[in-house]
């Protein structure tokens, strides 16, 4: 991707895909969605697996940042 | 003390292979010289990705957390899980600004955040405050390291202060050898032990107890038998903002403390810093489970030792895992706080050798003199926390560490904000910091905890029914004293330019900020300015 890369020759960390950050950054702190008791999984309350969960999407969300905004020369 | 002699043993054992660990470090990866900030204070800012992601995972992860979580799951349930979205959100909220602040760092040869704030703002005074902030909240944090020590031992059977005395003065003499290599090299084996004890703790001891159903509903039995309302395995209508709150608000400031800026500056390139905001968060799932182990010990009727709830992990692993696996369980544990316990020691000494010494007490000092005075300033640092556990409440410790979370996100506009802009005006920065401390202190002194018989400090959440809102909400005072702290930076900015206030220079171009390993360096910085 990164076809958004402006044909200037001064680099920049400015990407449209930062944007992605917030999905991790948000949703862990929204009580709302993950503070309940059904459905248990494995034994586990909502409130616990879901937020181990986010760990996960975490990871995943930065890992596609990471990679989509490498610089070309590396 | 006999009971647990293997015990005693296999803690003894991988406590002195660490130690020997830490003194060869200093040849490891053979530097030339040691007699430079750079090396001794920086591991030679040359960590790949995989020694990178063992250090700052053994450096954010500590001992003591280790301890206290699960102790604060034990007693209060949900809330104590406030530090899994905390380490879930803190990465990727520093992505974009940690790379930034290595690649300034890289270029000017920055060694800690306040480095960086004198050149950017041009301004000593300001760059003062943030070292001894910096300097202020790391101090009790060390000195928690050692309650993690002690809870482990105390489990052992072992009292009286003489083996902690002992063990920190080992560290203290591989640190100062070694800098910031030997707790490279120990987090290894740290993290090694740590991975392996909670991945058989959360396949075994659950089997043990009649699975994780089980252990959830006998916590909520015990919960909902209690007198406390903001306790229970859920969180309430009042505590939720705070839940999240204080999970933003620690994640904040995680990256502030200078011994986190430490472990990211000692990386080789901006690459290697991606990568991890990636891949720590595999730390973070450690922590989940660790945290539920407080679950664990409600099932097991585990009961701490005397009133010191930080044993009931200890305790726990003593009831249920074979005595040689408890101490490698216990080794664990006390390797877990040598490592920030080291890196945090050598982050303070660092502060004050870049930022005081050279500053105030000798502009001319040489890269020698530099590593010279850090590590015998790393060496009164440790000595000052093991005295604040001998000669003080341990207590004390434990409320100096609420009060530098709070203390430490005031320097969240000069160190965070001005890596992205250099909007602020440097008076007015100074203006919010101390309008922030000074609330937040006022604030955290308000709060009174019933349970524990305390009138002041009693924790960090506070009823925002006392600001004159109808609610019965806590909110965390850091978030609350930053709200002021940028409300100050932000009005006062706009006056001192209105009024035209000459502002400081900006040594700093903006390109030094997307800078990457192989860029050029400049080596010696005009700084000017003196307010």
């Known amino acids: 991707m990164a076809s958004q890369e402006p044909p200037e020759t001064r680099r920049t960390d400015r990407s449209h895909w930062n944007w992605l950050l ?40 930065t890992l596609i940042v990471y990679r989509m905004t490498k610089r070309k020369e590396d | ?87 879930i959100v803190v990465y990727p909220l520093v992505f974009l600004v940690l790379i930034r602040l290595w690649s300034v760092s ?10 960086f704030v004198r050149a950017r703002f041009g301004s000593p005074t300001l760059a003062l405050l943030v070292a001894i902030t910096g300097i202020v909240a790391t101090m009790p944090y060390i000195a928690l390291q050692l309650i993690g020590i002690e809870a482990v031992l105390k489990a052992m059977g072992v009292t009286g ?116 905001m990636a891949a720590l968060p595999a730390y973070s799932l450690v922590l989940g489970l660790i945290a539920l182990l407080g679950f664990m010990a409600i099932a097991a009727g585990t009961k701490p030792i005397g009133t010191d709830s930080n044993t009931v992990v200890p305790v726990l692993f003593d009831q249920m895992f074979p005595s040689w696996f408890t101490g490698v369980a216990y080794a664990a544990i006390g390797i877990g706080a040598l490592v920030p316990a080291a890196i945090m020691s050598i982050a303070a000494a660092n502060l004050f050798t870049r930022n005081i010494y050279k500053e105030y007490i000798r502009k001319d000092a040489t890269e020698k003199q530099e590593a010279t005075v850090s590590k015998l300033v790393s060496l009164v640092v440790k000595v000052g926390a093991v005295a604040c556990i001998l000669l ?29 802009t250099r909007w602020f005006h440097r008076g007015a920065l100074i203006a919010g910091w101390a309008a922030g401390l000074a609330w937040g202190m006022w604030l955290l002194y308000e709060i009174p905890n019933p349970l524990k018989g305390k009138k002041h ?21 850091g978030v609350l004293a930053l709200a002021l702290n940028l409300l100050v930076a932000i009005l006062g900015t706009l006056i001192l330019k209105a009024a035209k206030v000459k502002d400081g220079d900006d040594a700093t171009k903006s390109d030094d900020y997307v800078a990457d390993a192989g860029d050029p360096k400049v080596k010696e910085l005009e700084l000017t300015g003196s307010t």
């Open chain 1, 22 to 61: 917030l999905v991790p950054i948000v949703i862990p702190l929204l009580t709302l969605l993950f503070n309940k008791e059904e459905p248990r999984l494995a034994g586990f309350p909502a409130f616990y697996w879901m937020q181990l969960a986010f760990i996960p999407l975490g990871v995943v969300t």
């Open chain 2, 1 to 87: 003390m006999k009971d647990h002699l293997t015990e005693l043993i296999i803690f003894g054992f991988l406590f002195l292979l660490v130690s020997g660990m830490g003194f060869v470090a200093a040849r490891w990866r053979r530097p030339a010289t040691m007699d430079s900030l750079d090396e001794w204070g920086l591991g030679g800012r040359n960590f790949g990705s995989w020694i990178s992601w063992f250090l700052i995972g053994g450096d954010l992860y500590t001992a003591y957390t280790f301890v206290a979580v699960p102790a604060l799951v034990f007693g209060a349930g949900a809330m104590g899980f406030y530090a899994v979205p905390y380490t």
């Open chain 2, 106 to 115: 890289h270029v000017h040869g920055f060694v800690t955040p306040a480095d």
């Open chain 2, 161 to 276: 202060h003489l083996p902690i005395i002992i063990a920190f003065a080992i560290l203290a003499a591989y640190t100062y050898q070694s800098g910031l290599r030997a707790p490279a090299l120990i987090a290894f084996v740290k993290d090694v032990l740590i991975y392996l004890v909670i991945i058989v703790a959360v396949l075994y001891i659950p089997s043990k107890l009649g699975g994780w159903g089980d252990i959830f509903d006998a916590a909520e039995k015990k919960f909902a038998a209690t007198p406390n309302p903001g306790d229970g395995t859920l969180l309430n209508g009042a505590n939720q903002l705070n839940y999240a709150m204080l999970a933003f608000g620690s994640a904040l400031a995680l990256f502030l403390y200078p011994h986190s800026i430490t472990g990211v500056l000692a990386s080789k390139d901006r690459n290697v810093i991606k990568r991890n």
């Open chain 2, 392 to 420: 003080l409440d341990p207590q004390f410790s434990i409320d100096l560490q609420l009060i530098g979370g709070v203390i430490i996100l005031q320097t969240l506009p000069a160190v965070a904000l001005g890596l992205m």
């Open chain 2, 457 to 477: 400090f009693g924790g960090s959440a506070y009823n925002l029914s006392e600001l004159g809102f109808d609610t019965k909400m806590t909110i965390y005072v």
